[in-house]
């Protein structure tokens, strides 16, 4: 695996978003705040015509309706759909792609085999952000198919430093892991800020001032472990001392089965990663075999 270099230019690159949603727009958010491209070299699709509008007058891109009118001539495209409505939108734009254009796919638990085979093209980045994205301060893991040029795995890059930090791995099951690691991770925090925050509204702060509490706290410990380097445990016994508070809070928290729960939860997030993509490549054994049955017929 390898953090990517330095920020290439994207300056002769048109991108077209496909499922303009709510990560669809994080990228266009941050790749324009980053002057990384101009308005006029994004395209965007999307059904509804409110949709549209917004975009349209927020960044001042281009807009379509069709997804089929987005993809055609664009450099880039950003697959942004749900995965029930990968197999739709593949029929509507596999037709018009064409080899030297990269797809860039951030739907959740859609493998390669699964896109490739569904677009009938090769040229494909599956990655995995996180809702922090929206902020640019998202953590993006991304993997590329062999048929991927190095021109195409720099541009990949690029774009999603636009959602944060990213990271390329040489092995596809890997964003499988992290789609349950730091795609799903958001969900673990706010369970947590959530439930802190109710713990000291049951101790008699106001929720106001608990809410605040619990955002400082978890913010500067992260901002903390990240610029201290030291692990976690060592962080952890630095503010442990023998029959103090945070004793009693941790003999309890191991007595909950703390880790253990987290464990679970997260590995109950990355087999519903991978049934997600084996559904989806389920769905091009179906394709394929209703095609043979048609070409025999």
Same mark, same amino acid.
């Given at each position: 695996?390898?953090? =990517?270099?330095?920020?290439?230019?994207?300056?002769?690159?048109?991108?077209?978003?496909?499922?303009?949603?709510?990560?669809?727009?994080?990228?266009?958010?941050?790749?324009?705040?980053?002057?990384?491209?101009?308005?006029?070299?994004?395209?965007?699709?999307?059904?509804?015509?409110?949709?549209?509008?917004?975009?349209?007058?927020?960044?001042?891109?281009?807009?379509?309706?069709?997804?089929?009118?987005?993809?055609?001539?664009?450099?880039?495209?950003?697959?942004?759909?749900?995965?029930?409505?990968?197999?739709?939108?593949?029929?509507?734009?596999?037709?018009?792609?064409?080899?030297?254009?990269?797809?860039?796919?951030?739907?959740?638990?859609?493998?390669?085999?699964?896109?490739?085979?569904?677009?009938?093209?090769?040229?494909?980045?599956?990655?995995?952000?996180?809702?922090?994205?929206?902020?640019?301060?998202?953590?993006?893991?991304?993997?590329?198919?062999?048929?991927?040029?190095?021109?195409?795995?720099?541009?990949?890059?690029?774009?999603?430093?636009?959602?944060?930090?990213?990271?390329?791995?040489?092995?596809?099951?890997?964003?499988?892991?992290?789609?349950?690691? =730091?795609?799903?991770?958001?969900?673990?925090?706010?369970?947590?800020?959530?439930?802190?925050?109710?713990?000291?509204?049951?101790?008699?702060?106001?929720?106001?001032?608990?809410?605040?509490?619990?955002?400082?706290?978890?913010?500067?410990?992260?901002?903390?472990?990240?610029?201290?380097?030291?692990?976690?445990?060592?962080?952890?016994?630095?503010?442990?001392?023998?029959?103090?508070?945070?004793?009693?809070?941790?003999?309890?928290?191991? =007595?909950?089965?703390?880790?253990?729960?987290?464990?679970?939860?997260?590995?109950?997030?990355?087999?519903?990663?991978?049934?997600?993509?084996?559904?989806?490549?389920?769905?091009?054994?179906?394709?394929?075999?209703?095609?043979?049955?048609?070409?025999?017929?």
């Amino acid at each position: 695996m390898r953090y =990517s270099a330095a920020m290439p230019s994207l300056r002769d690159r048109t991108i077209a978003t496909v499922g303009s949603g709510v990560m669809a727009e994080a990228m266009i958010a941050g790749l324009l705040r980053g002057a990384l491209v101009e308005p006029d070299q994004i395209v965007a699709s999307h059904p509804r015509p409110e949709r549209r509008e917004h975009l349209a007058g927020e960044y001042g891109i281009r807009t379509v309706a069709l997804n089929g009118d987005a993809v055609a001539g664009a450099d880039v495209v950003l697959l942004a759909v749900k995965p029930q409505m990968l197999a739709r939108v593949a029929r509507e734009i596999g037709p018009g792609l064409r080899h030297g254009q990269l797809v860039l796919s951030v739907i959740a638990g859609a493998t390669t085999a699964a896109i490739g085979g569904l677009l009938g093209h090769d040229q494909i980045v599956r990655s995995m952000p996180n809702t922090p994205a929206r902020l640019g301060r998202g953590m993006t893991v991304w993997f590329a198919t062999p048929a991927t040029t190095e021109d195409q795995r720099t541009q990949a890059s690029a774009l999603l430093r636009a959602l944060g930090a990213e990271l390329e791995v040489d092995d596809e099951k890997m964003v499988a892991m992290a789609t349950a690691v =730091s795609g799903t991770g958001p969900t673990y925090v706010f369970l947590v800020m959530e439930a802190l925050i109710d713990a000291a509204v049951h101790l008699g702060f106001p929720r106001h001032v608990a809410h605040d509490l619990v955002i400082e706290t978890l913010e500067g410990s992260t901002l903390f472990a990240k610029q201290s380097g030291m692990h976690p445990a060592e962080l952890r016994n630095m503010v442990t001392s023998p029959g103090g508070t945070s004793a009693a809070a941790l003999h309890e928290l191991e =007595s909950g089965r703390l880790r253990t729960v987290l464990s679970d939860a997260v590995w109950a997030a990355y087999r519903r990663t991978v049934e997600l993509g084996d559904q989806l490549e389920a769905t091009v054994e179906r394709q394929s075999d209703t095609a043979r049955r048609a070409g025999g017929a």
